[in-house]
């Protein structure tokens, strides 16, 4: 073979390694085959268009760590640059002003999606229960949205939260689009261990149920005064010097702060009804990858700007991501990382780790630390008197 053409073959599958490597395909769980060009070729487009948004904007240089990238609510325009460090600044800033009191009002909001062959929970699982214990700190209504394919689940009210049966109005734009493809959703979500249809219900129930603050059960609340504090807002679960945070998974949706007529919260319906027969099967495409879509927009038709939505840095909200042990900044106001291991198991958890879980639900550590491993598990169910 002619050296020239061995140089053009090793050039491009350096050109081809590159590529992959900054575009950060394998977090897309993208089918890429010689079947699937269109949508190869739709996330390029949208890859590259974050890419240029990220050099015009400056975000990856002003989103630092304990910073955020803000437009103050109402605002027409706000650049990139006139940017926030740190939770103690967002909280004295003129951002917090009625709308902070007016999603605290709204309250918390988790979803709860019951497999047909499980019966209706009476309680939070066991699991789950240090995150809703962390929510029940912040004084806001706490309500746990109960979905069963089959059947209405009751009403379950306990102290200080509830379980709460969702029934999905037809008239509403997701709501229509639920009930007309309700078995494809179940079908699909049962691949993904129903985080799927969990992506879907969230949407619903901050767009219906009157906004607030959505929480995935994994998402712990560390200082409930300053959670109260925090605008209408999404944040990023990447560090901007790392390549992922290039990549299409930027923001997270298992935290979302946000009013029921914000333009992210209908803008992500649209998204959803839009994209689910281009590549609805995949969770994070419907899910952080959505989020990332949306903001993406609001950021070019903007002006680099998001009006009335702060975009929170990595150490906000998703300062320990699953599996890491390293420590939470000071300003962060929660953590999301899954407990299973340590509440199934007794798995050991790092000092760092404990003692931030000792912080966010200290009566569920109390119970969870005392008494034989395996017998205590059985005796407990949820949350149980607080």
Same mark, same amino acid.
């Given at each position: 073979m002619p @050296?020239?053409? !061995? !140089? ?5 599958a ?7 490597l900054l575009?950060d395909c ?5 089918p890429? #085959?010689?079947?699937?060009?269109r949508?190869?070729f739709? /996330? ?5 268009s ?6 015009r ?5 002003m989103?630092?760590?304990?910073g ?22 967002? @909280?004295?800033?003129?951002?917090? $002003?009625e709308s902070?009191s007016?999603?605290?009002a709204? +309250?918390?909001?988790?979803v709860?999606a019951?497999p ?7 309680d939070?699982?066991?699991k789950?229960?240090?995150?809703v214990?962390?929510?029940i700190?912040? !004084? ?9 394919p %089959?059947?209405t ?5 306990? &102290? +200080?939260?509830?379980?709460r ?9 997701l709501g229509?689009?639920?009930?007309s493809?309700t ?7 049962y691949?993904t261990s129903?985080s799927?249809?969990?992506n879907?219900? @969230?949407?619903? *129930? ?6 607030g %603050? ?8 560390l200082?409930p ?6 605008p209408?807002? *999404? ?5 901007p010097?790392s390549?992922k945070f290039? +990549?299409?998974?930027r923001? &997270?949706?298992? /935290?979302?702060?946000?009013h029921?007529?914000s333009?992210?919260a209908?803008g ?11 590549k =609805? %099967? ?5 899910g952080p990858a959505?989020?990332?879509r949306?903001?993406?927009?609001m950021?070019?038709?903007h002006q680099?700007?998001?009006? +009335?939505?702060a975009?929170? =840095?990595?150490? #906000?909200v998703?300062?320990?991501?699953v599996?890491?042990?390293s ?5 962060a106001?929660?953590?999301h990382?899954?407990l $299973? $291991?340590? *509440?199934? #198991? ?5 000092p760092? @780790?404990?003692?931030?879980v ?7 550590y109390?119970r969870?630390? #005392? ?5 205590r598990i059985? !005796?407990?169910?949820?949350?149980g008197?607080?």
């Open positions: @050296r020239a053409i !061995r !140089r053009v073959i090793v050039c491009g350096i050109c081809m390694a590159l590529t992959l575009f394998a977090s897309m769980e993208f890429f #085959s010689w079947d699937a060009s949508h190869e739709r /996330f390029l487009q949208w890859t590259m974050q890419q240029m948004l990220d050099m904007c400056g975000l990856p240089q989103l630092n760590a304990r955020f990238y803000v437009a103050k609510p109402g605002a027409a325009s706000t650049p990139a640059r006139d940017v926030l460090r740190g939770g103690g600044e967002l @909280r004295r800033s003129a951002i917090v $002003d902070a007016a999603l605290t709204a +309250g918390i909001h988790y709860l019951v047909e062959s499980a019966t209706c929970p009476a939070v699982p066991t789950y229960a240090c995150s214990e962390s929510a700190a912040t !004084r806001s209504p706490v309500s746990i949205w109960v979905i069963h %089959t059947r689940c009751a009403l379950v009210e306990r &102290n +200080g939260y509830a379980l049966p969702l029934i999905l109005d037809h008239e509403s734009i229509a689009w639920y009930h493809h078995k494809e959703l179940w079908s699909e979500g691949r129903l799927l249809v969990s879907f219900l @969230r949407l619903y *129930v901050l767009l219906q149920r009157g906004g %603050t959505y929480l995935d059960f994994d998402v712990h609340v200082d005064e300053a959670f109260n504090t925090l209408e807002s *999404v944040a990023a679960q990447e560090q010097t390549l290039h +990549g299409l998974h923001y &997270n949706n298992a /935290f979302m702060r946000l029921s007529t333009a992210l209908e992500l319906a649209v998204d959803w009804v839009n994209e689910w027969l281009y =609805g %099967t995949h969770r994070g495409y419907t959505a989020v990332t949306v903001v993406n927009q950021l070019a038709t680099c700007s998001t009006p +009335g939505l975009l929170l =840095g990595m150490d #906000s998703y300062g320990l991501k599996g890491d042990t420590g939470l900044g000071a300003d106001v929660a953590f990382s899954k $299973d $291991d340590w *509440v199934l #198991s007794g798995k050991y958890l790092s760092q @780790r404990s003692a931030e000792q912080r966010a639900c200290p009566r569920f109390q969870m630390s #005392s008494g034989d491993w395996a017998g059985g !005796r407990l169910s949820g949350l008197p607080l």
